[in-house]
């Protein structure tokens, strides 16, 4: 929807909307970096137990698959910031990083498939600990 046409619907100020705006690009930038780095401390933390319980070749593979996770977690991020009105669809550059952990997982020895899929989905429990923390 158009600026200009949610003006004339709400009959609104446009500095006001312009105000919304901004205020709703600063959230979503505040919650990306949240997310971000919520998402690097609980794969830090995992990778150490990891390596204590584990072995260090598993816990190097599950950091590997979470360094990916946060690669893919800021490309989605930058793809639906750059989302406007007229355009609903999120590029797929950002499968190429799922793709690429799974041949490289499968082709080097130093890295086994199973904690290198696993760290790459860490940054789901952290989106779920954040949704919970702002609820």
């Not at 901004?22 to 794969?43: C, G, M, N, P, V």
């Not at 750059?82 to 669809?89: I, K």
């Not at 490289?104 to 498939?113: D, G, I, K």
Request: aromatic content about 8%; hydrophobic content about 55%; overall charge positive.
């Amino acid at each position: 929807m158009s600026k200009a046409l949610l003006q004339a619907l709400l009959a609104i100020d446009p500095e006001a909307v312009s105000t919304a705006e901004q205020k709703s690009i600063e959230d979503y930038a505040q919650l990306q970096r949240r997310l971000l780095f919520a998402t690097l401390i609980l794969s830090l933390v995992v990778s150490t137990i990891t390596a204590f319980v584990f072995s260090p070749l598993v816990a190097r593979s599950l950091l590997v698959g979470a360094i990916a996770g946060i690669l893919y977690l800021r490309l989605l991020a930058r793809s639906v910031a750059n989302l406007n009105g007229y355009s609903r669809q999120v590029t797929r550059s950002q499968l190429l990083v799922p793709i690429v952990l799974v041949i490289a997982a499968s082709r080097f020895s130093q890295l086994e498939f199973l904690p290198a899929f696993l760290g790459f989905l860490l940054y789901k429990p952290a989106l779920l600990i954040q949704a919970i923390l702002d609820a």
